[in-house]
């Protein structure tokens, strides 16, 4: 009862609490839906009770918070019903559609015990809060900027946001350094969270990290393993799907579902379903240079043996001809001096028969000495014949032989592997090799393959050197 003190009435505390929960259980006598930001669950799995902080927000800031209570087994029908929708738990940070009754205790205070929550209002309210993230982006006119990106012909740097304990991040890195091509891939970790009521703030800090180091790596990837559209609600994030559109370097995303594309995956330079989808798309992207490169080289291997093969069959025949035309000389030079000896014999027998009866002795001696003479010389006519067809064959030979090594030593420097080593470089521009500065203007991205990898640039000017032709000057 209350006190009576001079002109005034005293009520004690719990008088004036009883009051109020009398005042409301008359008042609010049946439950009421009622929507909010669930900001923290506040679940004890002891007890299996929940105690949510409820919010209100307007322009970012809390109009109005209250708190509330979830007895152990409406929790568990209301947590079975999230995941049969939403494939998600019932978890914080999340706007809720909830039947509650107003609940006042003298102890606890005000508080809304929750009945029940619909599952697919909180499904509403995340794919409003996407469109809405697209429509500014798209109004702002960057929708397409990290699409508009260039990525390297050989994506070999990667700077990866994940989880270090992520399945997804675990399978992509396992195609990655597996390979069976033994393609070499440098990625980094930058570990975030990739869900939850930090997973925004904590994706934005390791891509400004990576900002500040962007000229070590080729492109970003934000890898994470599967789950339901819950757990995607950080990926509609305005500021989040702001930063990877505006982000120096192409970002490509393995988020792990293909029910729901997020704001994120659509401004990203390219979105792959899953993980593993992602590390299949960069090592593709090596097979699109190394297979046309091991067809060249297979080619000019090819065309290099078949000329090799071409050249020694022409000197083989050429062998054959020089031996065949040797021996019919050295056999018309043998008949040649088989018929000056008849000839001699014959002369010598009609000598000797006309001369036998005069000077026979003298005669004889001098026809001996004239004949040895004879085919003395004969002999080294012969000898000479012989020499010199040898000397012209070598020669030949030897002809032969210096171009066939000139031209496997042209093929070897024709090498492109070779020509890189001696310092020379291969500039592409667009995927194509460049022999003249036509068509390159200042902001034109160049790459330069040099022996042991390649440099992406950025042209600042072209300067283009005019030729003269000596045979158009007057004099």
């Not at 029908?77 to 738990?89: A, T």
């Not at 390219?270 to 699109?288: R, S, V």
């Amino acid at each position: 009862m209350p006190e009576k003190s001079a002109d005034r009435t005293i009520f004690s505390l719990s008088e004036v609490a009883l009051s109020i929960q009398k005042t409301l259980n008359e008042r609010y006598t049946s439950s009421f839906w009622i929507k909010a930001e669930m900001n923290k669950l506040n679940h004890y799995p002891q007890s299996g009770h929940c105690y949510p902080d409820l919010v209100e927000k307007t322009d970012g800031k809390i109009v109005a918070e209250m708190r509330s209570t979830i007895w152990k087994d409406d929790f568990q029908r209301i947590n079975d019903n999230f995941l049969n929708v939403l494939h998600e738990p019932l978890k914080s940070g999340i706007k809720i559609l909830f039947q509650a009754k107003i609940s006042y205790n003298p102890v606890y205070g005000l508080s809304l015990r929750i009945l029940d929550i619909d599952p697919s209002w909180s499904l509403g309210e995340l794919e409003k809060e996407k469109q809405l993230t697209i429509e500014k982006i798209r109004k702002e006119g960057i929708f397409n900027t990290n699409r508009s990106l260039r990525l390297p012909l050989l994506p070999g740097r990667i700077a990866i946001v994940s989880v270090e304990t992520s399945k997804g991040y675990a399978d992509f890195r396992k195609i990655i350094d597996g390979n069976d091509w033994g393609y070499s891939f440098f990625h980094m970790l930058f570990p975030a969270l990739l869900q939850g009521e930090n997973a925004v703030q904590s994706i934005l800090t390791q891509m400004e990290r990576i900002r500040r180091v962007r000229l070590h790596f080729d492109a970003v990837a934000i890898i994470r393993g599967g789950g339901g559209d819950v757990g995607l609600t950080c990926y509609n994030n305005y500021e989040l799907a702001k930063a990877i559109a505006l982000f120096p370097l192409p970002v490509i995303t393995g988020i792990g579902h293909a029910t729901n594309e997020t704001v994120v995956e659509m401004v990203a330079f390219k979105n792959a379903i899953t993980p593993t989808e992602l590390a299949d798309y960069l090592i593709q992207k090596f097979h699109n240079f190394s297979v046309p490169l091991k067809t060249a080289q297979e080619m000019i291997t090819g065309k290099s043996t078949r000329l090799v093969q071409n050249e020694k069959l022409k000197i083989l025949n050429t062998v054959r001809y020089f031996k065949s035309v040797t021996l019919s000389r050295l056999a018309q030079n043998r008949n040649e001096i088989q018929q000056e000896v008849k000839a001699i014999q014959q002369q010598t027998s009609w000598f000797i028969q006309r001369k036998r009866h005069l000077h026979i002795d003298q005669n004889l001696a001098l026809i001996q000495k004239g004949s040895e003479q004879i085919l003395k010389s004969q002999g080294k006519v012969l000898e000479t014949a012989a020499i010199h067809a040898g000397t012209i064959v070598k020669g030949f030979f030897r002809f032969q032989w210096n171009d066939i090594t000139g031209i496997e030593k042209n093929i070897e420097i024709l090498n492109p592997v070779n020509v890189l080593n001696r310092g020379y470089s291969i500039t592409l521009a667009n995927g194509k090799g460049l022999n003249s500065v036509e068509g390159i203007s200042a902001g034109t991205l160049l790459e330069t393959i040099l022996a042991d990898g390649s440099i992406i640039s950025l042209t600042q000017s072209v300067n283009k050197t005019e030729i003269h032709d000596e045979r158009t000057k007057l004099y």
